[in-house]
């Protein structure tokens, strides 16, 4: 094989690359590789929070919710509701065409709702929202 490239180098007239010869002066890769005890430079020393020995209790979570994070939850739970509530009331048939009716361009030509309608449905319902909310949290809250 070395021969056939050898030729094949002559026949070029360049002169062979180096074939099978080692470079004394290249950097051993021992030196390269990181040593087996690890960084030579230490970690930033991080505290670390003391373990409670036995006899040493520390604060006990409660679970108890206190009455503003109960006044927040109800408030986002009467949310919920009145917006079920208006879009179901908003899909009904007779709500539907009652807030339509007026509108021009409201309808397509094969009597579905059109983008235009869509609008005012989503407007009604946003407004209707608001108003059962209101009724809601002062009814129930």
């Not at 890769?29 to 020393?45: V, Y």
């Not at 679970?63 to 009145?82: D, E, G, N, Q, V």
Request: aromatic letters at 8%; glycine letters at 8%; charged letters at 10%.
């Amino acid at each position: 094989m070395e021969n056939v490239i050898s030729t094949a180098w002559k026949i070029r007239r360049v002169k062979p690359p180096l074939l099978n010869k080692t470079m004394d002066d290249a950097t051993s890769l021992d030196a390269l590789l990181p040593s087996p005890q690890g960084p030579q430079s230490q970690p930033p020393i991080v505290p670390m929070p003391s373990v409670p020995t036995p006899g040493h209790s520390g604060m006990v979570p409660s679970f108890k919710p206190s009455l503003p994070a109960m006044r927040f939850m109800f408030s986002h739970t009467t949310l919920y509701i009145s917006i079920f509530l208006a879009g179901a009331i908003v899909s009904l048939s007779t709500p539907r065409s009652l807030l339509l009716q007026y509108v021009p361009n409201s309808y397509t030509s094969g009597g579905v709702v059109s983008w235009t309608g869509a609008a005012v449905l989503g407007v009604a319902c946003v407004v209707l929202t608001n108003f059962l909310n209101t009724f809601l949290s002062g009814f129930l809250g």
